[in-house]
């Protein structure tokens, strides 16, 4: 079975698709027009508190389809309630979509980040693109059970203040922003079976074996996340 907007639960409707997320009945599109791109903006401001300076404006947005990517939005009626997007390119030769930014209204977690992510997997195999990358924040545990445990990701490389330390300051407080590079291999039969099959989740005692970290080559070790 391939991945597709089907065999992943999407319904194909005019201009997009549909979805239940927690109960509600979203629509799903790819965004084209500038009041779309406008709300993505919104989201932005909302969810990362990101300056004018950091923002990624209407004429940033509007070009990222003329790579092979897409930007594409959940709406709760006319209202974007997250969004998603993504640049397409090659890296040394190889076809690779860049996914830069992920924002979701809060009272719409629990759900809708996982709908978007592999959402923006079955438009992009669609384009050609088998590997995504992103990156994201390693202090933050929902970013660990997301893109690791459910999507099946993987991350090799670790990049200190990628971004500097006054970015989105209203949510990181001007802490450096180090940043896990993420590799999400869409055609790897492990990818496939996690969102095809689902998963099971680990079990609260699952690593209570497990040595901490201390860069010994261990093929599973714990690392600890502050709680603030």
């Known amino acids: 079975m391939d991945i597709t907007t089907t065999t992943l639960g999407f319904s194909t409707v005019q201009d997009g698709w549909e979805r239940v997320i927690a109960g509600r009945q979203l629509t799903f599109r790819r965004v ?9 903006e919104r989201l932005q401001l909302e969810v990362f508190g990101v300056s004018e300076h950091d923002l990624a404006s209407f004429s940033i947005l509007v070009i990222i389809p003329k790579t092979g990517g897409e930007v594409l939005g959940a709406f709760d009626g006319e209202r974007m309630v997250g ?25 719409y977690r629990g759900g809708l980040g996982y709908a978007l992510k592999i959402l923006q997997a079955a438009v992009a195999l669609e384009a050609g693109f088998p590997e995504i990358l992103w990156t994201v924040d390693p202090l933050r545990a929902a970013n660990a059970r997301l893109n690791f445990e459910r999507l099946g990701a993987c991350a090799n490389e670790y990049i200190e203040n990628l971004y500097g330390d006054d970015f989105a300051e209203g949510l990181y407080g001007g802490m450096p922003s180090d940043r896990l590079v993420v590799s999400w291999l869409l055609t790897e039969e492990r990818v496939r079976q996690r969102l095809l099959s689902g998963y099971q989740p680990l079990a609260p005692d699952a690593l209570d074996r497990a040595p901490d970290f201390n860069n010994d080559g261990a093929n599973r070790a714990r690392v600890a996340i502050p709680a603030d």
């Not at 084209?32 to 993505?40: A, I, L, N, T």
């Not at 969004?83 to 009272?107: C, H, K, T």
Request: hydrophobic share 30%; charged share 25%.
């Open 83 to 107: 969004y998603i997007q993504g640049y397409g390119g090659y890296v040394e030769g190889a076809p690779r979509l860049i996914s830069d930014l992920m924002a979701v209204e809060p009272e």
């Open 32 to 40: 084209r027009v500038r009041s779309d791109f406008e709300q993505c």
